[in-house]
């Protein structure tokens, strides 16, 4: 029989890190949220050492006795899985500087399609503007670059000058 | 027919070493596309070499002869060979119309020196999680892919993709980990992490363990599948990325979501406990994407969210749990990952005629380009269901196996999926009025399209509607497929022949205790 009683330091250790790590990813900044990763990631790591049973001697045959051994297939694919969330951390970590550098923060920005639709009903427009109503000959992308939440107080856009000049250019 | 098995890991090995030499030669950009057509050409020969023969029985290789359940093993049964030979195709299509448009322009959008590694990184982590016979495999292929597609949606680095992307990464990055945490459940309950093994050990624990490990997999399937209320990470992240992008990622990455939900709805947890859950998300899918759609006012928007809403399609026939609507349901993803892709393609064109993806902005495109009117025209009305489409027959047969199952929750689906066709067409006809009809702000100035990036567009419709003119022997093909998810043991058998090992090496099994893992709940017994 293997002994399949889990190890309770370790399953300590996984809740603090699933814990801390979905704090994490909750938060706005992206630093913050790639460490929330990092944790989920190692937290899901030792479950599968959990998930190879009792720790025993290492796993090499002829030097050990078989039934001393440790499951070496979680160890193996905890190794893979270590390496990929290097990967993607890496990953992650270079994409966060590079939003610092085009915006000078890392926060994770709304859904424009959510501000925009909330924008439209605080002010009580159409969902969607055509050629029968009035276009603010704004694309989402433009918009997508102003949309930083935490900057704009309130859902109403304030009215800028060169809003005013587009509307005449629209106007016929 | 043994002789055939080296053709199984090639789609997985022609594009990771293809990745690896386009990688070595990126200081010419004149032989890298050599390469990676050449490649992908390569795959999708074998990919059809394998749907041949996989109607004969399912191919199974032990990855370097090391026997099933201790090694990895790669399997080609029905369904796999054809969600391959489906994918392979689209994504050659849609490289041939990259490259094009790379000739053309040389805007942020043409493909840079990373592009080819990376895109042949992708097609090798598909075919990976299509042939995996492995629930680590899997997870693997879809790191593999999933890392290529951070690359490929951030391409450029600029402000909206850098935005789109975040959002796009978290969420992939989160649910690799919910499949990671449920592999490890897998493991620590059974003991193994292969398919075929699974299958006949997961019948033996207990059924609240059981229920557990199906509703995690699942929800890590289901957030790259894209299935409401998981998929409000795809409207928002998928458009921003080039037009080709935008199309492989559209067709292929959330159908391997759906592909990995077949799997496991059928191989793994056949008693089709969770249907109803499955249903009810399926109707939600449906509807709230459709609505979405609806709504918007960009075209790649408007069909992101009914990528959303078809995906409802597929979760419904997978949801039937019966041999009709599995049937439908893998005619209905081959259907989808076509007439998608093209649309995506199609949207490309228009971007680059009408200057803009906003439907207040364009107009009057079917006078400047009437070709692309049609090209446009075609899939939409595909998509929408359209007879004699292969949109129609595909949602006939899922209306069919609803109507077969009779419950009254199938019926609702039945309604839920015809009102949802219905708004799909109302969406791409105001769409197509809009671009092509509408009298244009600014009339748009004349554009010369490219034949390389018309015609991989056109062969891709062409394609769509050649799964109409081969309805007849493709929809028995999938009625095998689906007989074969049936049955199971066509899949275990050829995988484990004894129902223990594997061909190939291990060590000899009298050394070894027989008796399999314990059961979770008898997990506190101390030997």
């Given at each position: 029989m293997i002994?399949?009683?889990?190890?309770?330091?370790?399953v300590?250790?996984?809740?603090?890190?699933?814990?801390?790590?979905?704090?994490?990813?909750?938060?706005?900044?992206?630093?913050?949220?790639?460490?929330?990763?990092?944790?989920?990631?190692?937290?899901?790591?030792?479950?599968?050492?959990?998930?190879?049973?009792?720790?025993?001697r290492?796993?090499?045959?002829?030097?050990?006795?078989?039934?001393?051994?440790s499951?070496?297939?979680?160890?193996?694919m905890?190794?893979?899985?270590?390496?990929?969330?290097?990967?993607?951390?890496?990953?992650?970590?270079?994409?966060?500087?590079?939003?610092?550098?085009?915006?000078?923060?890392?926060?994770?920005?709304?859904?424009?399609?959510?501000?925009?639709?909330?924008?439209?009903?605080?002010?009580?427009?159409?969902?969607?503007?055509?050629?029968?109503?009035?276009?603010?000959?704004?694309?989402?992308?433009?918009?997508?670059?102003?949309?930083?939440d935490?900057?704009?107080?309130?859902?109403?856009?304030?009215?800028?000058?060169?809003?005013?000049?587009?509307?005449?250019?629209?106007?016929? | 027919?043994?002789?055939?098995?080296?053709?199984?890991?090639?789609?997985?090995?022609?594009?990771?070493?293809?990745a690896?030499?386009?990688l070595?030669?990126?200081?010419?950009?004149?032989?890298q596309?050599?390469?990676?057509?050449?490649?992908?050409?390569?795959?999708?020969?074998?990919?059809?070499?394998?749907?041949?023969?996989?109607?004969?029985?399912?191919?199974?290789?032990?990855?370097?002869?090391?026997?099933?359940?201790v090694?990895?093993?790669?399997?080609?049964?029905?369904?796999?060979?054809?969600m391959?030979?489906?994918?392979?195709?689209?994504?050659?299509?849609?490289?041939l119309?990259?490259l094009?448009?790379g000739?053309?322009?040389?805007?942020?959008?043409?493909?840079?020196?990373?592009?080819?590694?990376?895109?042949?990184?992708?097609?090798?982590?598909?075919?990976?999680?299509?042939?995996?016979?492995?629930?680590?495999?899997?997870?693997?292929?879809?790191?593999?892919?999933?890392?290529?597609?951070?690359?490929?949606?951030?391409?450029?680095?600029?402000?909206?993709r850098?935005?789109?992307?975040?959002?796009?990464?978290?969420?992939?990055?989160?649910?690799?980990?919910?499949?990671?945490?449920?592999?490890?459940?897998?493991?620590?309950?059974?003991?193994?992490?292969n398919?075929?093994?699974?299958?006949?050990?997961?019948?033996?624990?207990?059924?609240?363990?059981?229920?557990?490990?199906?509703v995690?997999?699942?929800?890590?399937?289901?957030?790259?599948?894209?299935?409401?209320?998981l998929?409000?990470?795809?409207?928002?992240?998928?458009?921003?990325?080039?037009?080709?992008?935008?199309?492989?990622?559209?067709?292929?990455?959330?159908?391997?979501?759906?592909?990995?939900?077949?799997?496991?709805?059928?191989?793994?947890f056949?008693?089709?406990?969770?249907?109803?859950v499955?249903?009810?998300?399926?109707?939600?899918?449906?509807?709230?994407?459709?609505?979405?759609?609806?709504?918007?006012?960009?075209?790649?928007?408007?069909?992101?969210?009914?990528?959303?809403?078809?995906?409802?399609?597929?979760?419904?026939?997978?949801?039937?749990?019966?041999?009709?609507?599995?049937?439908?349901?893998?005619?209905?993803?081959?259907?989808?990952i076509?007439?998608?892709?093209?649309?995506?393609?199609?949207?490309?064109?228009?971007?680059?005629?009408?200057?803009?993806?906003?439907?207040?902005?364009?107009?009057?495109?079917?006078?400047?380009?009437?070709?692309?009117?049609?090209?446009?025209?075609?899939?939409?009305?595909?998509?929408?269901?359209?007879p004699?489409?292969?949109?129609?027959?595909?949602?006939?047969?899922?209306?069919?196996?609803?109507?077969?199952?009779?419950?009254?929750?199938?019926?609702?689906?039945?309604?839920?999926?015809?009102?949802?066709?219905?708004?799909?067409?109302?969406?791409?006809?105001k769409?197509?009025?809009?671009?092509?009809?509408?009298?244009?702000?600014?009339?748009?100035?004349?554009?010369?399209?490219?034949?390389?990036?018309?015609?991989?567009?056109?062969?891709?419709?062409?394609?769509?509607?050649?799964?109409?003119?081969?309805?007849?022997?493709?929809?028995?093909?999938?009625?095998?497929?689906?007989?074969?998810?049936?049955?199971?043991?066509?899949?275990?058998?050829?995988?484990?022949?004894?129902?223990?090992?594997?061909?190939?090496?291990?060590?000899d099994?009298?050394?070894?205790?027989?008796?399999?893992?314990?059961?979770?709940?008898?997990?506190?017994d101390?030997?």
């Amino acid at each position: 029989m293997i002994d399949m009683a889990p190890n309770l330091t370790l399953v300590v250790a996984i809740a603090v890190l699933f814990a801390a790590g979905v704090y994490l990813v909750l938060e706005r900044s992206l630093s913050r949220v790639l460490i929330g990763v990092i944790l989920l990631g190692n937290g899901a790591n030792l479950l599968f050492l959990v998930a190879g049973g009792r720790a025993g001697r290492p796993p090499i045959v002829g030097l050990e006795d078989e039934r001393q051994m440790s499951d070496p297939l979680p160890q193996a694919m905890v190794l893979t899985a270590i390496v990929i969330t290097l990967g993607m951390t890496a990953f992650l970590l270079a994409m966060a500087y590079r939003s610092w550098q085009l915006h000078r923060h890392d926060e994770v920005q709304d859904d424009v399609e959510d501000r925009r639709i909330a924008r439209l009903a605080a002010i009580d427009e159409r969902a969607f503007t055509d050629a029968d109503t009035e276009a603010t000959l704004q694309s989402l992308d433009e918009e997508a670059e102003e949309a930083r939440d935490e900057v704009d107080d309130g859902l109403v856009r304030e009215a800028r000058p060169d809003d005013e000049q587009r509307d005449k250019e629209v106007a016929p | 027919m043994s002789d055939w098995t080296w053709v199984v890991p090639l789609p997985v090995v022609i594009p990771l070493f293809s990745a690896g030499l386009t990688l070595a030669l990126w200081r010419r950009p004149r032989v890298q596309p050599i390469v990676s057509v050449t490649a992908l050409v390569l795959v999708l020969l074998s990919s059809v070499t394998l749907l041949v023969l996989a109607d004969d029985g399912p191919l199974v290789v032990d990855v370097g002869g090391w026997a099933a359940p201790v090694g990895i093993n790669l399997v080609a049964d029905r369904l796999s060979a054809l969600m391959l030979s489906v994918s392979s195709a689209v994504t050659l299509c849609v490289l041939l119309y990259s490259l094009a448009q790379g000739r053309d322009d040389d805007e942020e959008s043409a493909p840079v020196s990373i592009y080819h590694p990376t895109f042949l990184v992708l097609a090798a982590g598909v075919a990976n999680a299509f042939l995996s016979g492995d629930l680590f495999n899997i997870y693997v292929g879809f790191e593999i892919l999933l890392a290529a597609s951070f690359v490929l949606i951030t391409l450029g680095g600029t402000r909206d993709r850098i935005r789109a992307g975040t959002i796009y990464i978290v969420v992939a990055l989160l649910s690799s980990v919910l499949f990671l945490v449920a592999i490890a459940a897998v493991y620590a309950t059974t003991g193994t992490v292969n398919l075929a093994q699974l299958a006949l050990r997961l019948p033996e624990i207990d059924p609240g363990t059981r229920l557990t490990l199906q509703v995690l997999l699942l929800l890590a399937f289901a957030v790259k599948a894209a299935v409401f209320p998981l998929s409000a990470w795809l409207p928002d992240s998928y458009p921003t990325a080039p037009a080709p992008v935008t199309a492989v990622f559209a067709g292929l990455l959330t159908k391997v979501g759906v592909y990995a939900i077949i799997r496991t709805q059928t191989l793994l947890f056949p008693g089709g406990e969770l249907d109803d859950v499955l249903m009810w998300a399926a109707l939600a899918t449906m509807l709230v994407g459709i609505l979405g759609a609806v709504a918007q006012d960009d075209i790649k928007r408007l069909l992101s969210f009914t990528l959303v809403s078809h995906i409802g399609f597929m979760l419904f026939g997978i949801a039937l749990s019966s041999q009709a609507g599995w049937t439908a349901a893998i005619y209905y993803v081959v259907h989808h990952i076509t007439v998608q892709t093209a649309l995506f393609l199609v949207v490309g064109l228009v971007e680059r005629v009408g200057g803009s993806t906003s439907l207040t902005r364009l107009g009057g495109l079917a006078k400047v380009a009437p070709v692309l009117a049609i090209l446009f025209f075609v899939p939409a009305m595909n998509l929408g269901g359209i007879p004699p489409l292969s949109g129609f027959l595909g949602k006939l047969g899922l209306l069919q196996a609803g109507v077969d199952a009779g419950t009254p929750l199938a019926y609702i689906l039945v309604v839920g999926s015809v009102v949802t066709s219905l708004l799909t067409l109302y969406a791409l006809v105001k769409a197509w009025n809009k671009a092509f009809w509408q009298t244009p702000q600014d009339e748009p100035r004349p554009v010369h399209l490219p034949f390389g990036m018309v015609g991989p567009t056109a062969a891709l419709i062409a394609v769509g509607l050649g799964l109409t003119f081969a309805a007849g022997p493709l929809y028995a093909y999938t009625e095998r497929a689906a007989s074969a998810l049936t049955l199971r043991t066509t899949y275990v058998w050829a995988v484990l022949p004894d129902g223990l090992r594997g061909e190939g090496e291990s060590a000899d099994l009298s050394e070894d205790d027989q008796t399999p893992p314990p059961p979770a709940d008898e997990a506190g017994d101390d030997s």
